[in-house]
């Protein structure tokens, strides 16, 4: 009864600016659009930029649905308007993508900023806590961004963040582990840094001689590929694997992640013995076999691992690897205990 309920109510919401959208679309393609464009083209950019995210803004405000999502709304309006308008009648919406929009940007980001920092704030004053950028970043933009959206938008943000803003050597705490010291992983990055260098390089060359856009795209994938790497390969040190709050936080760099409850927790085992590929069998290294394992984790009941863009994938049993693989097993027994 209850999610009849929730439906028809979500039905109610989102269906009546759809509508109004809806009906603005059919006037545009209209033939009463036709004889009169000057007048309907100001009336569709009107109810596009200015009614459908009033209305969408009256139903939800009473609502646990963050007012933050009107600004979909509005660029969903935007784009719409761009669309099913000719270009000689876009006057007014040109000058709202000129005014108006660069404002509604500027807010989000401040918004993103003023909450992150927010997040520093709270960490300083409880320092029991672990501040982690990429989850305090994570939780602002699930508040102002649609679901689908966030954690590629998230994910961008903290290559960029972790590869070339986050300079400072991180202290670990006696509840963090590092696991990228002993495992070779960075120096594996880094030649593959420098291959993908080298490639760029030559690919480049080979192909302008047959076309020189092709060329330019190929070349700009390639540091596409670089930047991303040296993100990862950044964020490996700032995001050590934690326990905390009576939860195992595994982390490798902003790729992979999971949180474990120790209640869930069946054993945790010193092992480097090749493990058999199963459904519910997952490495949290992203470099698969590339990369050993010095433990195994085993789960009473399936878990999630949080992949590259928020990929979900299930898993019983993980591998991993540690740099102090004994001191890990120890604490984490004496909470299963």
């Known amino acids: 009864m209850n999610i009849d309920l929730k439906l028809q109510k979500n039905l109610i919401i989102f269906g009546i600016p759809l509508l109004i959208v809806g009906i603005m679309v059919a006037i545009a393609k209209s033939p009463i659009f036709i004889a009169n464009p000057n007048s309907l083209s100001i009336g569709i950019t009107f109810d596009l930029l200015l009614t459908v995210p009033l209305v969408y803004f009256l139903l939800i405000r009473k609502t646990s649905i963050p007012k933050t999502t009107l600004v979909p709304f509005l660029i ?17 919406l040109s000058l709202f993508k000129i005014w108006v929009l660069p404002v509604v940007e500027l807010s989000i980001l401040s918004f993103v900023i003023f909450n992150v920092r927010k997040g520093i704030k709270r960490f300083r004053l409880n320092k029991n806590e672990s501040f982690d950028f990429f989850t305090t970043l994570k939780s602002t933009c699930y508040e102002i961004l649609p679901r689908g959206i966030v954690m590629p938008v998230v994910t961008e943000m903290a290559v960029f963040y972790y590869g070339f803003l986050n300079w400072r050597k991180r202290e670990l705490k006696n509840n963090e582990f590092t696991y990228h010291k002993d495992s070779g992983t960075i120096a594996l990055l880094i030649v593959v840094i420098f291959i993908v260098a080298i ?25 596409y590929s670089a930047i991303q790497i040296l993100g990862l390969l950044r964020s490996m040190p700032k995001r050590p694997i934690s326990i905390e709050n009576a939860k195992l936080y595994l982390r490798y760099g902003i790729m992979n992640e999971t949180t474990i409850e120790f209640n869930n927790i069946e054993s945790v085992e010193l092992s480097s013995k090749d493990i058999v590929s199963t459904k519910g069998t997952r490495r949290l290294s992203i470099l698969g076999e590339l990369e050993s394992h010095n433990l195994v984790i085993r789960l009473k009941e399936e878990n999630i691992l949080y992949g590259l863009y928020g990929i979900k994938r299930k898993y019983k049993v993980l591998a991993l690897y540690v740099d102090n693989k004994e001191e890990f097993q120890n604490q984490v027994n004496k909470y299963i205990q």
Not at 76 to 92: A, D, K, W
């Open 76 to 92: 969903f309006g935007v784009i719409i308007c761009s669309f099913i308008l000719p270009i000689e009648h876009q006057t007014y």
């Open 199 to 223: 490639e760029t390089f030559v690919i480049h060359i080979l192909v302008q001689r047959w076309n020189n856009t092709v060329a330019w795209i190929l070349t700009f994938l390639s540091i």
